[in-house]
């Protein structure tokens, strides 16, 4: 059975693709390359010196600015299919 990705800013990912492991909150965690691009890119501090508190409230404003985007890209593309239907005769 293979792992699935555990990401701490998107912990329903489960994709089996893991091409990283990460250490949060004294747990290993795998996680996929899409996952672990959005950690990347994101302003979270990792590494010694960083107090557990402190990472917890770094991933959850990671995560809610990650959700606001995901809701902005979905109310576009509703957006835009809505705008296709009323261009169709």
């Known amino acids: 059975m293979s792992e699935r990705c555990r990401s701490p800013l998107n912990p329903r990912c489960g994709s089996r693709d893991i091409a990283v492991y990460i250490f949060y909150g004294g747990v290993k965690l795998p996680v996929c390359?899409?996952?672990?691009?959005?950690?990347?890119d994101s302003d979270l501090e990792w590494g010694e010196g960083v107090s557990g508190?402190?990472?917890?409230?770094q991933v959850e404003e990671a995560k809610r600015?990650?959700?606001?985007?995901?809701?902005?890209?979905?109310?576009?593309?509703?957006?835009?299919?809505?705008?296709?239907?009323?261009?169709?005769?």
């Open 33 to 40: 390359g899409r996952c672990w691009e959005r950690i990347a």
């Open 53 to 57: 508190r402190k990472l917890r409230s």
């Open 65 to 89: 600015r990650l959700l606001e985007e995901v809701k902005r890209q979905a109310l576009e593309e509703l957006a835009a299919k809505a705008a296709r239907r009323r261009l169709r005769p």
